[in-house]
Every structure is written in C-alpha cells, then in structure tokens.
C-alpha cells in the first residue's frame, strides 16, 4: 500500500501542474485551449497510475518508472515486450500527449533502450512519452506520463533597511515607521519562487509587518508575494504601563509551495521587501536591519 500511496503522490503533483496550466488557459483564452488541457490531465492521471491503451498486451517502460521525476536533460528508456513478440520499435518524447517535440527515436529495430538527450529543464513541466511497437504488420502504441524534477534550488538573501534607524519610543507610546523598498533584487534571469523565509530578530519589544512583493509600495494586492508578522518578546518596554504584551511569532514567518506550484518573476522584474514596524522600547534600533531568505529556481528558455 505505502508504494500505492507513493505512486498516488506522484501522479496527483503531475496532475495539480497541468492543472495550474489549465487554469492558465482559462483566463487568458476563451477557444479550446482550456479544455484540450483538462482533457490532457485527466489522461496523464490515467497513464501515471498504469492506464494502458485497450489494445497493449504488455509492452511497457521499466526505466524510469512511470509517474517518476526526471531527474536530468539526458534519460535513458528501457522497455520491455513482457513475452509478447515485437519486431520493431519506435519512441516519441514530447510536451502533449502523442507529441514528438522533443524527442523522436526514428526506427529502434528490436533494441530495448534509447537515450533521450535536450529534454528541457524547466521544473514541473510534464512529459509525455509514447512508446510504439510493432507486431506483424501493426503498429500499436502506449503512453506515459513524467514530470521534470525540481533541481538547482537557489537562496538568495536580502538585507531590507541595512542603514535604517528606528527611534525609540516615547513613554507608554510607540513610535512608527514605513519603509518602502528596504530591500531590492532585480533577477537577470526569470526565477520560480519556492519557499519564503523571514526570521524573527528582534530581541526586544516591536512589532514588525514584512512583505515581499514586486510592487513598488506596501499593501498592494497586485505583485503580492508573501507577508509576515511578527511581534517581539515583550521586555523592556517603555514602560508597562497599563497594558500587557505577549507572545512571539504573532504568525507565521515562512512559506512554501507544494510540490509544482510556485510564484514566477520576470527577468530584471524587481523584488522589493517592505517594512511597517513599531517599537514599543526605550531604544533606538540602528540599524533595523531583516533578513528575508528568497528559495528559487532559474527558469530556462
């Protein structure tokens, strides 16, 4: 059961990728291109978990397993007849079903392997291979369904407001501060988002509101990313006075997304982390300074 389970997991990431796509299409077309995608994740289900064609009497890929990530741009395939008598086969890797645009084998005679080279490197993205074979004089085919491995995983670390200085607040008061772009990275190349880390740091009483996005200004809903808030362990604040202060982490700091989703940004497209914080203590912050840790991967074209 536990390699159904894992099978089952496969299969529904493979499907939730081309799900998103689909929906993809469903905003930006109004032809067929929403349903032809429908259609396509609903048979990658059927070929990840074993669905053959009617007619296949065994033919299948051994290597690598059906359902599976691949983990590189050059795979070998290996098949197998499983006893039946095949005198010729042929295999088409491609980015539909039935396709051969990446890949077309041409004759393979009776050899039971080939290797696929230049597959694409774009994380997520599905493949579909067809495996022909011919018995007699008939030419039967089945299909597969893979999905590329997320690889290559980058962090890159920004330092919002390294020189910025938050005043200490006036008694039983706080003091306010807005910073927009604390921090700024411009990718030279297009970059899927995969998770989001923004640490606690503070060691004394503030509240602080992050969020990073590619819009230029704080609150927007468009160029939205991830926002996190925190609030400072309540020692010594300025003064007590009459009202309490608990707690750490007010919510949570990190983010990431499941397994084929991820949040795109265009090269040279800017990724701003901006800063609200109040501190409630008798000191000045200088400088405020907030890590934010940014997990992505390089698109390639």
């Known amino acids: 059961m536990k390699?159904?389970?894992?099978l089952l997991t496969k299969c529904k990431s493979l499907v939730f990728s081309l799900g998103r796509e689909n929906t993809r299409a469903s905003i930006m077309d109004t032809?067929?291109?929403s349903l032809r995608r429908t259609v396509m994740a609903t048979l990658a289900l059927f070929m990840c978990l074993g669905w053959r064609m009617p007619w296949a009497e065994g033919q299948t890929i051994t290597s690598p397993v059906p359902g599976s990530a691949l983990s590189g741009s050059s795979v070998i395939f290996v098949w197998s007849a499983s006893g039946s008598t095949v005198v010729e086969w042929w295999l088409y890797v491609g980015s539909s079903v039935g396709a051969s645009d990446f890949f077309d084998s041409g004759s393979l005679g009776a050899r039971l392997s080939t290797t696929v080279s230049n597959?694409?490197?774009d994380d997520g993205l599905p493949i579909f291979v067809r495996l022909w074979y011919r018995s007699a004089s008939a030419w039967l085919f089945t299909d597969f369904a893979y999905t590329i491995e997320a690889r290559n995983l980058k962090v890159k670390v920004l330092k919002a407001c390294p020189t910025c200085r938050l005043p200490a607040a006036p008694t039983c008061n706080s003091t306010k501060v807005?910073?927009?772009?604390?921090?700024?990275w411009v990718p030279d190349k297009p970059i899927r988002i995969r998770a989001v880390n923004i640490p606690e740091q503070s060691e004394i009483s503030i509240y602080a509101d992050i969020e990073v996005s590619t819009a230029a200004q704080m609150y927007l809903t468009d160029g939205h990313i991830f926002r996190a808030k925190?609030?400072?362990p309540g020692i010594l604040r300025n003064p007590a006075c009459d009202r309490s202060f608990v707690g750490s982490n007010v919510t949570t700091t990190n983010m990431v997304f499941p397994n084929g989703y991820w949040i795109e940004v265009a090269a040279g497209r800017p990724v701003y982390v901006h800063l609200d914080v109040i501190n409630w203590s008798p000191?000045?912050?200088e400088p405020m300074t907030q890590d934010v840790y940014i997990y992505y991967t390089e698109v390639a074209r």
Request: glycine share 14%; aromatic share 14%; charged share 10%.
């Open 178 to 184: 807005h910073w927009d772009q604390a921090a700024t």
């Open 3 to 6: 390699t159904a389970s894992v």
């Open 283 to 285: 000191f000045d912050i």
């Open 230 to 232: 925190y609030a400072g």
């Open 31 to 33: 032809g067929g291109a």
């Open 119 to 121: 597959l694409p490197t």
